[in-house]
C-alpha cells in the first residue's frame, strides 16, 4: 500500500510539472496566434479608409483609390505561407522578391510577407488594371501605391513618389519619414492626398506642368511648399 501510495504521489506530481511547463507554452501560441491572425500582424496604425460609398476593406487590406485606381491589396507585413502559383520571382540584392497582381512579396523565415519593393527594381509585367498617371510631362504607371516607369531594358523600374517635389529643383530627391510609425498604405495615401491640397491651394499641378499652365519655378516652389506643410501637419518628416 505504501509504494501505491508513493507511486501516486509521483505520479501527482509529474502532472503537475507538465502543466505548469505548459502553460507558458499555450500563453505564447495564443500570444502568436493574436498576433499573426490569420496569416498577418495586428496592425498598430489604422489603415486609410476608402471614400463614401466603396466597402470597407476586409481584414488585412486596403483601398487604394488614388487617381481613380480603386483596387484592393493586402497590407504590408501580411504573411502568407503560399505564394500565387504564377508569382514572378524577382532577385535584389540578395533578396529573392516575388510579385504577383501589383503586390510584393519578401521571404520571413518559413513564409512570406508583403513588402514595399526598393527604388530600382524592375518588374517584367505590370497587371491590366494598373493606372496611367502623368506627373510634370513624365508618364508613371501606378498600382498599390507605388510608381513604375518603363525600363530602358524591358519590363518596368519602381521609382521614388514623383508627387513629393522638393523647393529647391538643385537638391535632387526629397524623403519622407513617417516619424510617428506611420504604415506604408497610409503614407502613399497621405501623400497622394497632399498632392491634391497643394494643387487646390497653389493652382499649380505637376500632371500639367508640360502644358505650360502655372510651370514657372515660384509656382513649383509654392506646391512643394505647401506639400510639405501638409505632409509635417500628418505627422511626417520631410527633408
Known amino acids: 500500500m505504501a509504494s501505491r501510495a508513493m507511486a501516486a504521489r509521483t505520479a501527482l506530481r509529474m502532472l503537475m510539472v507538465l502543466a505548469a511547463c505548459a502553460l507558458p507554452l499555450g500563453a505564447a501560441q495564443a500570444q502568436d496566434r493574436d498576433r499573426v491572425g490569420h496569416g498577418g500582424p495586428r496592425f498598430s496604425h489604422p489603415m486609410p479608409p476608402p471614400p463614401p460609398g466603396h466597402r470597407p476593406p476586409p481584414r488585412g487590406q486596403w483601398y487604394d483609390g488614388a487617381y481613380g485606381h480603386s483596387h484592393y491589396y493586402p497590407v504590408t507585413g501580411w504573411r502568407v505561407h503560399t505564394l500565387p502559383p504564377r508569382v ?31 527604388v530600382g527594381i524592375v518588374i517584367a509585367d505590370l497587371p491590366a488594371f494598373r493606372t496611367v498617371v502623368t506627373l510634370g510631362g513624365v508618364s508613371y504607371f501606378y498600382a498599390n501605391g507605388i510608381y513604375y516607369r518603363e525600363h530602358g531594358g524591358g519590363g ?8 513629393i517635389t522638393s523647393t529647391d529643383a538643385s537638391t535632387g530627391r526629397t524623403f ?45 516652389a509654392d506646391y512643394a511648399r505647401a506639400q510639405n506643410a501638409c505632409l509635417e501637419g500628418r505627422g511626417y518628416t520631410v527633408r
Open 88 to 118: 514572378a520571382w524577382v532577385p535584389w540584392r540578395g533578396v529573392r522578391y516575388g510579385y504577383w497582381g501589383g503586390v510584393w512579396y519578401a521571404p520571413h523565415g518559413s513564409a512570406w510577407v508583403v513588402a514595399r519593393p526598393p
Open 176 to 220: 519622407v519619414y513617417p516619424k510617428n510609425g506611420q504604415s506604408a498604405e497610409q503614407q502613399a495615401s497621405d501623400e497622394y492626398e497632399c498632392h491634391r491640397w497643394a494643387v487646390s491651394q497653389t493652382g499649380f499641378d505637376p500632371s500639367a506642368a508640360a502644358t505650360g499652365q502655372g510651370s514657372g519655378p515660384s509656382a513649383r
Open 156 to 163: 518596368y523600374e519602381v521609382v521614388p513618389s514623383p508627387v
